[in-house]
């Protein structure tokens, strides 16, 4: 199974930080997401509450998604990671594409949070 990983960092701030997960190109996914090693929730990610900007600082927000290919007018396949309550909101997407229709494909994000 094919593995996409995206590596980079979140400037936190004062406030909460907070993280929605989408799955893009019409296809089907579901994650789970750990704050270091504790797991902080799974399935549909839209809002979650991953805590206060100074409390999380020097912490990696780790987001695993496994994508299954469902829409019969493409094998593409994205994520995007919504983050919000730091510095400045962003958003982060990854990008894939499976050779067979009905296939499925993992997508890892680490978020240094800085």
């Known amino acids: 199974m094919k593995v996409i990983d995206l590596n980079t960092t979140y400037a936190t701030g004062t406030k909460d930080i907070k ?3 989408i799955i893009g190109d019409a296809q089907i996914g579901q994650s789970v997401v750990l704050l270091d090693d504790v797991e902080l929730g799974r399935g549909d990610i839209d809002g ?21 290919d469902v829409n ?15 510095k400045s909101d962003q958003d982060f997407q990854s990008v894939g ?18």
Request: proline content about 5%; aromatic content about 6%.
């Open 19 to 21: 993280l929605t997960v």
């Open 48 to 68: 979650l509450p991953v805590g206060n900007g100074p409390a999380v600082k020097g912490k990696k927000l780790i987001v695993k998604t496994l994508v299954t």
């Open 72 to 86: 019969p007018r493409t094998n593409n396949m994205s994520v995007t990671y919504q983050l919000s309550g730091g």
């Open 97 to 114: 594409k499976v050779d067979n229709e009905g296939e499925s494909m993992v997508f890892r994000a680490t978020f240094s949070l800085i």
